[in-house]
């Protein structure tokens, strides 16, 4: 069973290590200690965490599987989407997994999830940047309706990386 539970301001310290703890399990086979050293150090300060958890615009949720802690997802709207802030967009910025979690469910959950809020919030579009060289991922976001629109870039440490850029347009 799935639960998916939002996060509260006292849940902070979980989330912190929790993204940590996924973002570097799932990157860092590709990317040097010291660049993933400098983006962990920074990417989930408890500090920014904080103003992340507590702005009106982003949405932190955790998911338990069996009631074991599985992996979080980060949704934005309005001024805290990371590009283009449009009104009629819903981002999913993070869907991060424990690989002990991974090929459970535990991700279509969290898309369903997501266009479930953003048909709630009366959204149009889902749209997120995924690594050009996470290829289960890009094959993931297909098989779920997305469609590629562009490139951004992701800097972790100090390696320039390109993102793509996919969107889906929902169907109330």
Not at 13 to 22: E, G, K, Q, R, Y
Not at 52 to 77: H, T
Request: glycine share 4%; with cysteine; net charge negative.
């Amino acid at each position: 069973m799935i639960e998916i539970i939002r996060c509260t301001p006292e849940d902070l310290n979980v989330l912190c290590a929790l993204s940590a703890s996924t973002f570097y399990e799932a990157f860092s086979d590709q990317n040097s200690e010291e660049d993933m050293a400098a983006y962990l150090k920074t990417a989930y300060h408890p500090e920014k965490m904080r103003l992340e958890l507590a702005s009106p615009d982003s949405y932190f949720y955790f998911a338990y599987a069996d009631k074991a802690l599985a992996g979080y997802l980060k949704l934005n709207i309005g001024s805290a989407q990371t590009e283009f802030q449009d009104e009629d967009d819903l981002e999913v910025e993070r869907i991060y997994l424990r690989s002990s979690h991974q090929n459970l469910g535990i991700g279509q959950a969290f898309i369903q999830f997501a266009e479930a809020e953003a048909l709630r919030l009366n959204k149009q579009y889902l749209w997120l940047g995924v690594w050009e060289k996470n290829l289960a991922a890009q094959r993931f976001y297909k098989r779920n309706g997305f469609e590629p629109i562009g490139t951004h870039t992701f800097t972790i440490g100090s390696d320039v990386q390109t993102d793509f850029i996919l969107k889906k347009q929902l169907e109330p």
